[in-house]
């Protein structure tokens, strides 16, 4: 199962419409779960894979354990909840000059992950239904790799040293 997650505050339905377009072209066997935010009138409705627009911690949870692979914005929450299950994200950063966020972090977040192994950035639509399209091609398998369970050593170390200054 792939989870997409928008995050709790707004709906993101550029990343929401791509995923079901993708899923769309899959076939009945496919399975995708989203949390989707809190939907307006005008807001985007998947019509290709089941959702929710909010979910108790407890289920968001379940979803995440149980999925091969998490599709994101570029929130800390949906990475940090990645790399605590080792689960392999994809994640699409909001814009804020497509009205999608207040300002652009989220470009600068996916950026400074960028080069983390299990993390892939799409920097367009295009390039998410491409990197779904590697997924699956590799029998869901991530090729990016598998996230690590703990820190980097060197932040680990540049940590303690901190500490005990």
């Not at 496919?30 to 409705?45: D, E, M, P, T, W």
Request: aromatic share 10%.
């Amino acid at each position: 199962m792939i989870f997409l997650t928008v995050g709790t505050q707004l709906p993101f339905d550029r990343l929401v419409k791509t995923v079901d377009e993708w899923c769309a072209r899959q076939g009945d066997d496919f399975v995708c779960f989203a949390q989707v935010g809190r939907l307006g009138q005008k807001n985007y409705r998947p019509k290709h894979f089941a959702f929710e627009e909010r979910l108790s911690h407890d289920f968001f949870e379940e979803r995440l354990k149980a999925s091969r692979l998490v599709i994101s914005h570029a929130g800390m929450g949906s990475i940090i909840s990645a790399l605590t299950y080792q689960k392999p994200i994809l994640i699409l950063p909001r814009l804020a000059n497509l009205g999608e966020h207040r300002n652009e972090h989220q470009l600068a977040t996916a950026e400074r992950f960028r080069s983390r192994p299990g993390i892939t950035v799409a920097d367009n639509e295009g390039l998410l239904a491409a990197r779904l399209d590697d997924f699956r091609a590799n029998d869901w398998i991530w090729p990016a790799g598998a996230l690590p369970k703990y820190a980097n050593q060197d932040l680990i170390d540049a940590l303690r040293s901190f500490i005990m200054q």
